[in-house]
């Protein structure tokens, strides 16, 4: 398939760009290039034959009415994700999240496109105390970012059921692993650690998150854009249900360092106690996570240690 890939220069959707790579389908890459999105995430495919990259913004009509045509399927990764920067300045989640899908997709049902699959969160649906939630649950957002996901994710809804458009949405839990930029949990507690520095943790650290191999997340995504149901949402969980404070401290100890590096700070504004999602559509597809959180992660620590170069000039100008 000839694949149009939006925020393909970001942590995620570069490592969805080298699979489809790899599995043989053409990738055009449209990355506006913002704070988290580089091209050296994409060395390792820029140079292939399959490959193409436009720079610019989802939410400019114009250039993707002219990128979009001829592409089999739209996946949409673009979008702003640090829900502290969310807070901060929610008009920029509003403008990416909400308005960019809205006119990726409306490009997409003018062009007549096989296939648009939104890239969403789990963090659509809240809160959770006891259980997880599935698919159809009740939305339930607590901040700017996932509100703006929440409405892209009822406007691509939309579509199927007022144009018959072929949309799919995922739904993932926490994504950790390389390319991810400095400022999320793991990236920033193993970095910090590296430069010296103390790991700031929000609260108490009972913060609950289900985390992900980002490849295993990508795996995920390209199995439900070939084999999902259209107008159907899958939820992608490792069930790998883990408390901040846990997490950190793993990183400390594969860092061989003492608990005294992590710093309390206080917490911020709507804090979601525990995400967890019930993941079993995507498996019944065939999916399942390629290695343990423990695996992952030893990986993960190497990895940042070993890439300094890739790392310190973002983590500078972030």
Same mark, same amino acid.
């Given at each position: 398939?000839?694949?149009?890939?939006?925020?393909?220069?970001?942590?995620?959707?570069?490592?969805?760009?080298?699979?489809?790579?790899? $599995?043989?389908?053409?990738?055009?890459?449209?990355?506006?290039?913002?704070?988290?999105? *580089?091209?050296?995430?994409?060395?390792?495919?820029?140079?292939?034959?399959?490959?193409?990259?436009?720079?610019?913004?989802?939410?400019?009509?114009?250039?993707?009415?002219?990128?979009?045509?001829?592409? /089999?399927?739209?996946?949409?990764?673009?979008?702003?994700?640090?829900?502290?920067?969310?807070?901060?300045?929610?008009?920029?989640?509003?403008?990416?999240?909400?308005?960019?899908?809205?006119?990726?997709?409306?490009?997409?049902? $003018?062009?007549?496109?096989?296939?648009?699959?939104?890239?969403?969160?789990?963090?659509?649906?809240?809160?959770?105390e006891i259980g997880s939630f599935a698919? !159809?649950?009740?939305?339930?957002?607590?901040?700017?970012?996932?509100?703006?996901?929440?409405? !892209?994710?009822?406007? !691509?809804?939309?579509?199927?059921r007022t144009f018959g458009m072929p949309?799919?949405?995922?739904?993932?839990?926490?994504?950790?692993?390389?390319?991810?930029?400095?400022?999320?949990?793991?990236?920033?507690?193993?970095?910090?650690?590296?430069?010296?520095?103390?790991?700031?943790?929000?609260?108490?650290?009972?913060?609950?998150?289900?985390?992900?191999?980002?490849?295993?997340?990508?795996?995920?995504?390209?199995?439900?854009?070939?084999?999902?149901?259209?107008?159907?949402?899958?939820?992608?969980?490792?069930?790998?249900? $883990? =408390?901040?404070? /846990?997490?950190?401290?793993?990183?400390?100890?594969?860092?061989?360092?003492?608990?005294?590096?992590?710093?309390?700070?206080?917490? =911020?504004?709507?804090?979601?106690?525990?995400?967890?999602?019930?993941?079993?559509?995507?498996? /019944?597809?065939?999916?399942?996570?390629?290695? *343990?959180?423990?695996?992952?992660?030893?990986?993960?620590?190497?990895?940042?240690?070993?890439?300094?170069?890739w790392w310190e000039p973002l983590k500078?100008? !972030?």
């Open positions: 398939m000839r694949l149009l890939v939006t925020g393909g220069a970001g942590f995620i959707g570069s490592r969805f760009a080298h699979l489809a790579i790899a $599995r043989d389908h053409e990738v055009t890459i449209l990355d506006a290039l913002t704070y988290a999105g *580089t091209m050296t995430n994409l060395a390792g495919v820029k140079d292939h034959a399959g490959f193409r990259f436009v720079k610019g913004d989802i939410c400019d009509p114009d250039l993707v009415d002219e990128v979009l045509p001829g592409h /089999d399927a739209v996946l949409n990764f673009a979008a702003e994700s640090h829900v502290d920067r969310s807070i901060a300045s929610p008009e920029n989640f509003m403008h990416t999240n909400f308005l960019g899908a809205g006119v990726l997709l409306e490009s997409a049902r $003018r062009a007549g496109t096989g296939r648009f699959l939104q890239v969403s969160t789990d963090e659509v649906y809240g809160s959770i698919e !159809a649950d009740r939305l339930n957002p607590s901040n700017p970012y996932s509100a703006a996901k929440a409405g !892209a994710d009822l406007l !691509a809804l939309s579509y199927v949309v799919v949405i995922t739904r993932s839990s926490n994504a950790f692993g390389p390319h991810q930029f400095p400022e999320k949990l793991i990236p920033l507690a193993i970095t910090n650690l590296i430069e010296g520095k103390k790991i700031p943790l929000y609260g108490d650290g009972a913060n609950v998150r289900d985390w992900t191999f980002v490849d295993d997340i990508c795996e995920a995504i390209l199995l439900v854009l070939e084999r999902g149901e259209t107008g159907r949402i899958y939820n992608i969980a490792a069930g790998n249900e $883990r =408390r901040n404070v /846990d997490v950190v401290e793993q990183i400390c100890g594969l860092s061989s360092v003492g608990g005294d590096m992590i710093e309390p700070v206080a917490d =911020r504004p709507g804090h979601d106690r525990r995400y967890s999602i019930d993941a079993s559509a995507v498996r /019944d597809l065939g999916w399942r996570p390629s290695g *343990t959180f423990d695996e992952r992660l030893a990986e993960t620590v190497a990895w940042y240690r070993d890439h300094r170069a500078a100008r !972030a």
